[in-house]
């Protein structure tokens, strides 16, 4: 199976809506209090620059980075994905570092927060090179999250 990833339209966040991974279920209702479709429908609204990643055309993921802030550009890296993840690591983990490459040359700032009960995430943002902080009570629930953080790199 190969990935491939396109920009996100309307149709890829509803199936991600229906199809969403357990796990980022949780994390979005833990967080927000917020339901999948809520969530989807929000991301588009604020991330039309949202990419897709496809096998067979159906989504895998759909991930991103919202820009929060001008000066300096200051951003919110996030992904929701299906199961389908669990099929292609490899493909995506190669796709992640292609974009996260992109993302650094236009964010000075990119940081977010992850729920802790979500270990492979937190391992493959410390892979991607972001910082992770120690859980702390975070969101709707107050559950322990990990604040993550990346900064872009000055080598003058």
């Not at 969530?39 to 620059?49: I, Y």
């Not at 550009?73 to 996260?100: A, E, F, Q, R, Y």
């Not at 040359?105 to 492979?120: C, L, Q, S």
């Not at 943002?125 to 975070?138: C, D, H, I, K, N």
Request: net charge positive; charged share 25%; aromatic share 10%.
């Amino acid at each position: 199976m190969t990935v491939k990833i396109v920009d996100a339209t309307p149709l890829h966040f509803n199936e991600l809506a229906q199809r969403m991974r357990e796990v980022d279920r949780k994390e979005i209702y833990a967080s927000s209090g917020n339901l999948p479709k809520d969530v989807c429908d929000a991301a588009w609204g604020l991330d039309k620059e949202a990419k897709v990643a496809l096998v067979g055309g159906r989504v895998v993921c759909i991930f991103g980075v919202v820009q929060v802030s001008a000066l300096p550009t200051i951003g919110v890296p996030w992904l929701l994905g299906t199961d389908l993840m669990d099929d292609v690591p490899k493909d995506l983990c190669k796709h992640s570092v292609k974009h996260l490459n992109k993302f650094k040359k236009k964010y000075d700032v990119m940081v977010n927060y992850v729920d802790a009960r979500n270990k492979t995430t937190v391992k493959w943002l410390q892979w991607l090179g972001f910082s992770v902080e120690l859980p702390a009570s975070f969101g709707y629930l107050g559950l322990p999250f990990h604040r993550f953080e990346m900064r872009k790199d000055y080598n003058v």
